[in-house]
């Protein structure tokens, strides 16, 4: 096994290294053009909360956020603000901000050319783009609150032109009504993706046309919920422009957490099967396409993981078949390097196993891995 991790040099955009099913960001500066002025010439109806970006990823003392995604950076920050002023969650490492529109329009959010507060103004300028959050938007300028404008990993609020921007997705606009820390316009939202073959209907009744399928691995975006004969379902606007409905789990039977099915576990909310990546009490753990929990090594993107017997990440060393790996923080295996654990230096070679008994870049390794500081002669 192989892997490649991405280097961590600051440049004028925004940088990325791979973990999880998607990327972890880093945003670097970006500068916007088309007029920037001051935050506080905004006219009234300002939703800007000023920097309320958790302390603890502001000092860095939590370097990866419950998203997946580096702190610091802008997309760590756009995704804190969906969650707790939005009312909405951001799927687990989302990618790469220049990334954001194109993901979010397969999911079936809008993704246009009108800003409104709450929404995320997105760019791809630059080789990895950038993300804020609109808390006004006066004329043809917007106001937005974002994190690492200048490399400074700090928050920054401005006004811009809006037509410096990409485009705006509206995962869940909080609308012109003042809104509390924990607040939601809009209710009953977001994202469903399906374990199995699902009918997409013209009408919310068992009765309707099917005008489609969803088939499992597929998400779609929906906007209600509501129960009726016996079903959950969730409803949404097509591209088309007509609402459609789908039923998904019936009433009164829904299952919440771990169930074990034959020999293998799965992981419910509200009576669906997670898949990919799930934080559930501190502890990261993969569920597959079809919801099973994984095990053992898993190699995603050009990164290795390993999930424990439990179906935890594995973090730091991992002895497995006689050898030693070590997993970061992230729970990529470190490959290719030298690396310092308590004080004392080790290196793994590509394959990620530890050296032991030999001699790396002049240094004699001995049988713990363990490099002798007196280069060998």
């Not at 053009?33 to 935050?39: E, F, R």
Request: proline content about 2%; overall charge positive; aromatic content about 16%.
């Amino acid at each position: 096994m192989t892997f490649t991790k991405a280097g961590h040099k600051k440049g004028t955009f925004l940088r990325k290294t791979a973990v999880g099913s998607a990327s972890l960001l880093l945003a670097g500066a970006f500068l916007f053009g088309g007029g920037t002025v001051h935050a506080n010439q905004a006219n009234n109806g300002s939703q800007a909360r000023g920097d309320d970006y958790p302390y603890y990823y502001k000092n860095g003392s939590q370097k990866i956020d419950k998203w997946r995604m580096y702190s610091g950076q802008c997309t760590s920050f756009a995704a804190f603000r969906l969650s707790s002023v939005n009312g909405f969650e951001l799927p687990a490492a989302y990618g790469n901000a220049n990334q954001w529109g194109y993901r979010a329009q397969k999911e079936g959010y809008r993704v246009d050319q009108q800003p409104a507060i709450g929404a995320i103004a997105w760019s791809t300028r630059g080789q990895y783009g950038h993300v804020a959050w609109v808390s006004n938007v006066i004329g043809d300028m917007i106001e937005i609150e974002e994190y690492n404008y200048d490399y400074t990993e700090t928050y920054h609020r401005r006004i811009v032109k809006a037509s410096s921007m990409t485009g705006f997705i509206h995962f869940k606009d909080v609308g012109n009504a003042s809104v509390g820390p924990h607040q939601s316009l809009l209710a009953f939202s977001g994202t469903h993706h399906f374990t199995e073959k699902s009918a997409i209907m013209d009408q919310p009744t068992l009765t309707a046309t099917v005008i489609d399928y969803y088939e499992a691995g597929m998400s779609v975006h929906y906007d209600q919920t509501f129960e009726k004969e016996g079903y959950k379902w969730i409803s949404y606007i097509s591209r088309s422009g007509n609402r459609r409905y789908i039923p998904l789990t019936k009433t009164g039977s829904s299952k919440n957490g771990w169930e074990k099915e034959g020999t293998s576990w799965y992981y419910y909310d509200n009576g669906q099967k997670a898949v990919g990546w799930k934080k559930i009490n501190g502890n990261w753990y993969h569920l597959q396409a079809d919801g099973r929990m994984t095990t053992g090594w898993l190699k995603e993107g050009s990164n290795w993981y390993y999930l424990k017997s439990s179906g935890e990440m594995q973090t730091g060393w991992l002895k497995d078949k006689g050898i030693w790996y070590y997993l970061e923080s992230s729970g990529a295996m470190k490959t290719s390097q030298w690396f310092q654990v308590s004080g004392k230096h080790y290196y793994v070679n590509a394959s990620g196993e530890l050296a032991v008994n030999t001699t790396i870049d002049g240094f004699q390794v001995d049988g713990d891995g363990v490099r002798v500081e007196k280069p060998a002669s």
